[in-house]
């Protein structure tokens, strides 16, 4: 049985979990739709779609799974979102997203929660086959403008708007500082202007490779363990998840250390 980061994928058997999920999808009603887009094109023009929130997915698929046996647990392990589908005989499925440092570096909490809610909308409707949203024909991938009517839970704004041109400029001039703390002011003058921005998992994806890649001529510099130690300290402040095991940069201090213990 196939394993990833050490969680199986499925129980040995999985036939009496299959036919009550194919029970299940026969008599469950799609989630309402209760929120909207507007998408603007790069053409000027624009169009709206819907999806369905979190709320609105549980609310149509529990009655349902409960009566065909059925469960969702959602779990966060080390960087991974885990979303298991459980059946009243024991059988699973798993499936598995990363979080990684998308999740892990934000100015607040709340937008490190806004995060997880996310992917935690689109797991649980793809291990049960529900559709929570229309087809956008992938505008934002593409660079159109998407434009967020709906407000936010006690009337806060709407999101910021971005375009995918924009986008790209962010993530080209992170490669052009040459040190953390550039990087990182860089980084709090874009946030400041778009807030939201601290969810975007490309923007962060790129912040954390250019923090990764300055880390580690960082540590070129590192004559012995003790100024090692000085080093991690310092990105401990900075940005614990660039250090942490497993990352470009941890196992880079992992390699540094053995090589003056030799």
Not at 17 to 43: D, I, R, Y
Request: hydrophobic letters at 35%.
């Amino acid at each position: 049985m196939e394993e990833i980061i050490g969680i199986p994928m499925q129980s040995a058997e999985i036939g009496k979990l299959t036919e009550a999920l194919s029970k299940f999808q026969g008599s469950v009603q799609q989630p309402k739709l209760n929120k909207s887009v507007t998408v603007k094109t790069k053409e000027g023009g624009s169009y709206k779609f819907r999806y369905a929130d979190l709320g609105a997915c549980v609310a149509a698929a529990a009655p349902k799974l409960q009566e065909n046996g059925l469960a969702i647990i959602q779990t966060i392990q080390g960087h991974t979102l885990v979303t298991t589908l459980s059946h009243s005989s024991g059988e699973f499925i798993n499936s598995q997203m990363p979080l990684n440092q998308q999740t892990l570096f934000s100015t607040s909490f709340q937008s490190i929660g806004s995060m997880i809610t996310y992917m935690k909308r689109y797991a649980y409707c793809a291990i049960l086959g529900l559709v929570a949203d229309d087809d956008d024909d992938a505008n934002a991938a593409c660079g159109n403008h998407v434009e967020y009517n709906d407000k936010q839970a006690g009337g806060r704004s709407p999101r910021a708007q971005i375009t995918g041109a924009q986008l790209k400029n962010f993530m080209s001039s992170f490669n052009e500082k040459q040190s953390i703390d550039e990087l990182m002011a860089c980084w709090q003058i874009i946030i400041k202007e778009h807030p939201t921005l601290s969810n975007n998992e490309q923007l962060v994806q790129a912040l954390f490779q250019r923090a990764s890649i300055l880390g580690i001529e960082e540590l070129g510099t590192c004559q012995n363990s003790t100024d090692i130690d000085v080093l991690t300290e310092r990105w401990k402040e900075i940005w614990p998840a660039v250090i942490q095991d497993k990352t470009p940069f941890g196992n880079a201090i992992a390699q540094k250390r053995k090589t003056f213990a030799a």
